[in-house]
Nanobody, 126 residues
Framework: QVQLVESGGGLVQAGGSLRLSCAAS????????MGWFRQAAGKERAVVAA????????YYAASVKGRFTISRDNAKNTVYLQMNSLKPEDTAVYYC???????????????????WGRGTQVTVSS
């Protein structure tokens, strides 16, 4: 059974940092792109960051560029999202996703991803 399990969410003050982890099991995801998405209350799910199978290519939403860093450890079948300088508008449920290709033409699209975690809540207080 394929599973993606996110961890590391929580409550943090504005300006603080969190590191999210996504552990994959059931199969190896070392050959596919991975992504982080988020969904705030009343809003659609949107990409935060994505990373190619090798880690060589990355994509960031404009709102997080320069503050968030996506990385992966294929030996551990794990992807990370380091979030610095957090803002109240970063409050959302964060989801990990595994893609169907090594790196697609539209890594920001949810349709590029086959497997999803259940999400972890991130709350940033002002």
């Amino acid at each position: 059974q394929v599973q993606l399990v996110e961890s590391g969410g929580g409550l943090v003050q504005a300006g603080g940092s969190l590191r999210l982890s996504c552990a994959a099991s059931g199969r190896t995801f070392s050959s596919v792109a991975m992504g982080w998405f988020r969904q705030a209350a009343g809003k659609e799910r949107a990409v935060v960051a994505a990373i190619s199978w090798s880690g060589f290519s990355t994509y960031y939403a404009a709102s997080v560029k320069g503050r968030f860093t996506i990385s992966r450890d294929n030996a551990k079948n794990t992807v990370y999202l380091q979030m610095n300088s957090l803002k109240p508008e970063d409050t959302a449920v964060y989801y990990c996703a595994a893609g169907s290709t090594s790196w697609g033409p539209r890594p920001f699209m949810p349709t590029e991803y086959d497997y999803w975690g259940r999400g972890t809540q991130v709350t940033v207080s002002s």
